[in-house]
């Protein structure tokens, strides 16, 4: 599974763990499901586990604060890249220019709308997939 796929994916995402297994690096592990339209049930389906091997930042907000700006521009449902956004204007204005590790024009902008959280995630790196079985 490649990220192209995930941003096509339709449903509800649950932030199981954030963690950075080495340094510098981060894993998300997120639950996904979805309603079954003809039962009426939510079906649960595999966990998916994001492996950024670097990153620039990382935050993670409460759902209940998070603000929707129009000027923003993203593509992908659950599982965002975004093109325009004031995290990421506020990163590339926060950090020092390193060329010798991540350029800032090569910022990526992933976002994670989770139900409770919003996790945002600036890296050069697109990340690693797995999925992971019930």
């Known amino acids: ?5 995930l941003m096509k994916w339709k ?4 932030l199981e763990e954030i963690v950075e297994p080495e340094e510098n690096s981060l894993r998300l ?3 996904r499901s979805k309603i079954n339209n ?3 049930t939510v079906e649960y389906l595999s966990m998916i586990q994001l492996d950024f ?3 620039v930042s990382y935050s993670v907000i409460n759902e209940a604060f998070d603000h929707l700006d129009n000027n923003e521009t993203s593509v992908g449902e659950m599982f965002r890249i975004y093109t325009k956004s004031n ?3 506020f990163i ?3 950090t020092t220019e390193r060329d010798d590790i991540c350029a800032s024009k090569n910022y990526i902008h992933y976002q994670f709308p989770c139900l409770d959280h919003i996790i945002d995630v600036i890296s050069c790196d697109k990340p690693i997939i797995t999925v992971v079985p019930i």
Do not use: K, P, R, S
């Open 29 to 31: 592990l997120i639950n």
């Open 11 to 14: 449903g509800y995402i649950y």
């Open 92 to 94: 590339q204005l926060a």
């Open 53 to 55: 091997e670097t990153y």
């Open 87 to 89: 995290y990421l204007n």
């Open 1 to 5: 599974m490649d990220f192209n796929e």
């Open 38 to 40: 003809v039962t009426d």
